[in-house]
């Protein structure tokens, strides 16, 4: 079993921070990519980034700039710092691995639960 646990949403003033973590736990044998997704009632879920287990990064049109996403392979960690928050950005944020457990040969996707950030004034 995989487990991915997400943490430091909230509620923040437009032009605000919020720094977005996932920590992925279980019978991990290796991970590869890992990112965010975000979705807004009634619409699908969009990407947000993605890093691949060497660092490179990908980042959405909307977020370039604004949004820095980075990880901690030792820690297995995938981290989301997002400045310049605007009401816009207020969705649930999903933090994804690809992961090989111990007992498996291949990768396979694994989701968080999910975070609310809500930005207003």
């Known amino acids: 079993q995989v487990q991915l646990v997400e943490s430091g949403g909230g509620l923040v003033q437009p032009g605000g921070s919020l720094r977005l973590s996932c920590a992925a736990s279980?019978?991990?044998?290796?991970?590869?990519?890992m990112g965010w997704y975000r979705q807004t009632p009634g619409k699908q879920r969009e990407l947000v980034a993605v890093?691949?287990?060497?660092?490179?990064?990908n980042y959405a049109d909307s977020m370039k700039g604004r949004f820095t996403i980075s990880r901690d392979n030792a820690k297995n960690t995938v981290y989301l710092q997002m400045n310049s928050l605007k009401p816009e950005d207020t969705a649930v944020y999903y933090c994804?691995?690809?992961?090989?457990?111990?007992?498996?040969?291949?990768?396979?996707?694994?989701w968080g639960q999910g975070t609310q950030v809500t930005v207003s004034s």
């Open positions: 994804f691995a690809n992961v090989r457990p111990y007992y498996s040969g291949t990768f396979d996707s694994q």
């Open positions: 279980g019978s991990i044998f290796s991970i590869n990519n």
């Open positions: 890093i691949s287990s060497g660092g490179g990064t």
